[in-house]
């Protein structure tokens, strides 16, 4: 009888920590402003605003880093985009102590749309449109310090250099 009571609570707290894990990603924003609106890329990487601009039809300047997650791991669909990093014009963005690469914020851009990625060099200028997505974090992330948020993502659905 100990036995089984042992059983069903580990069970039941293996049950709870994984079912905690999952992320959930926040839905469409109902406060969306009107297309096309120019929102500083500082703003859509910033927590207490991300939320705002998800599913959103905005525009935006970043600064181009490098393409790819480098030695990141994203928790959104990718299949049929291209992954890039950014950051807001100017600024210079930390290094990873242990890749040395530069730490920045994902951009993901549907493949039909994303050759210019490959042209671009690090410090470019780029506006692009697009609205955020944002995955927030179940209690055990939370728990290991994620803050409630694992990922915000700018979904660009058009991007260009600026000249």
Do not use: H
């Not at 659905?157 to 000249?163: G, R, Y």
């Amino acid at each position: 009888m100990r036995r089984n009571k042992i059983l069903l609570l580990l069970f039941t707290l293996v049950l709870l920590m994984t079912s905690s894990c999952v992320t959930t990603s926040v839905p469409k924003s109902s406060q969306c402003p009107p297309p096309g609106t120019e929102v500083p890329f500082a703003k859509l990487a910033t927590i207490g605003f991300a939320q705002d601009y998800v599913g959103c039809n905005i525009s935006t300047v970043a600064q181009f880093v490098a393409p790819g997650t480098g030695a990141w791991v994203l928790s959104v669909p990718i299949d049929g985009k291209v992954v890039f990093r950014v950051l807001p014009p100017g600024a210079t963005g930390e290094k990873n102590p242990l890749s040395g690469e530069i730490q920045a914020n994902f951009v993901v851009i549907p493949k039909e749309a994303g050759d210019l990625v490959f042209s671009l060099k690090a410090g470019d200028l780029i506006k692009m449109t697009g609205g955020t997505y944002v995955k927030v974090a179940g209690t055990m992330g939370k728990l290991v310090g994620a803050g409630g948020y694992s990922d915000i993502v700018f979904m660009a659905n058009t991007m260009e250099k600026v000249k």
